[in-house]
């Protein structure tokens, strides 16, 4: 059984977590190579036909429990790391959730193109009851199976771009239907710092707009100002060019089901270190809406 880890860096865009959504490729069983992850799949996509049920877990077939685990440790896309999170279970069996859980169905969830859905719930029902017994396996079966109809849902209104109206009706959707369908336990132990970090959003004076140039009558220069001038402008479209390109790829990153929120937001911080000195960098998270690097 693999190690429980690592914190989760609160993320702005938390509730883009739930575009973790789309129709995941299904293989015959995990003994067999991993696949590459799947493209990125538009939100209002639906994930595949329900998985086991809690009730079927615990009283079904045998579980394949050591060939599972082996084959994450051995074979999976996760192969060499510790599982994210943990189980929010006490030694007693009793169930106090909180984001920590969120990070770990997150993470397992981005073996759902490798693996099938039955397998997973399997193994998290195998790995729990030893842990802590039947009554700690069934809560946390129960908020699993409940994560996964959130995953499922096809939301009306997004979370990109910086309309805050829009954002405002987006935040208050995901509120809706994530206590209906977590409840409000569940659902404020796993989404209350993306809520409230987007209300915070929502809250925060308007960017000020970018400056603009002065028309400048270029007959009337001499040459070195006019070279200063076209360095300038050079200067200005390659940032807009690099801007606009991270733009797009975070926004495909967001997107993305295969990805955790972990790994996201590791993969938007090294797309921004590799594409701009620290000193853009900074400007570039503003521009963007993301929340700043950790130190």
């Known amino acids: 059984m693999l190690e429980m880890g690592r914190s989760l860096q609160a993320m702005l865009w938390g509730c883009g977590a739930l575009l973790l959504v789309g129709g995941w490729a ?38 394949p429990a050591a060939q599972f685990v082996r084959w994450l440790d051995q074979q999976s896309s996760l192969r060499g790391a510790e599982l994210d999170g943990s189980w929010d279970v006490d030694g007693q069996g009793r169930f106090h959730p909180t984001v920590a859980l969120r990070r770990r169905f997150d993470q397992l969830l981005t073996l759902a193109g490798e693996t099938r859905l039955e397998r997973i719930t399997a193994f998290i029902e195998h790995d729990v009851r030893e842990l802590v017994g039947a009554d700690g396996a069934l809560a946390v079966l129960d908020a699993w199976q409940r994560y996964l109809e959130l995953q499922r849902y096809a939301w009306r209104t997004g979370v ?17 239907v994530r206590r209906r369908i977590l409840g409000p336990a569940l659902a404020q132990a796993f989404f209350a710092d993306d809520e409230a970090q987007l209300q915070d959003l929502i809250r925060s004076p308007a960017a000020p707009p970018e400056a603009q140039t002065t028309a400048i009558d270029r007959n009337k220069l ?3 100002a006019l070279a200063r001038l076209q360095a300038e402008e050079a200067a200005w ?15 495909a990153l967001r997107a993305a089901p295969h990805l955790s929120a972990a790994q996201r937001d590791d993969a938007i911080a090294r797309l921004i270190a590799q594409r701009f000195d620290a ?17």
């Open 26 to 63: 299904w293989v015959s069983s995990p003994e067999a190579p991993s696949p590459a992850p799947p493209q990125p799949e538009r939100a209002a996509q639906r994930l595949p036909a329900p998985p086991l049920a809690p009730a079927q877990a615990l009283a079904g077939a045998p579980l």
């Open 160 to 176: 990109q771009g910086t309309d805050r109206a829009a954002l405002a009706a987006a935040l208050a959707e995901r509120q809706q």
């Open 279 to 295: 000193r853009e960098a900074v400007r570039v998270r503003a521009l963007l809406h993301l929340a700043p690097a950790s130190s």
């Open 222 to 224: 001499e040459p070195d």
């Open 237 to 251: 479209a390659d940032w807009q060019r690099r801007l606009d390109a991270a733009r797009r790829e975070i926004e």
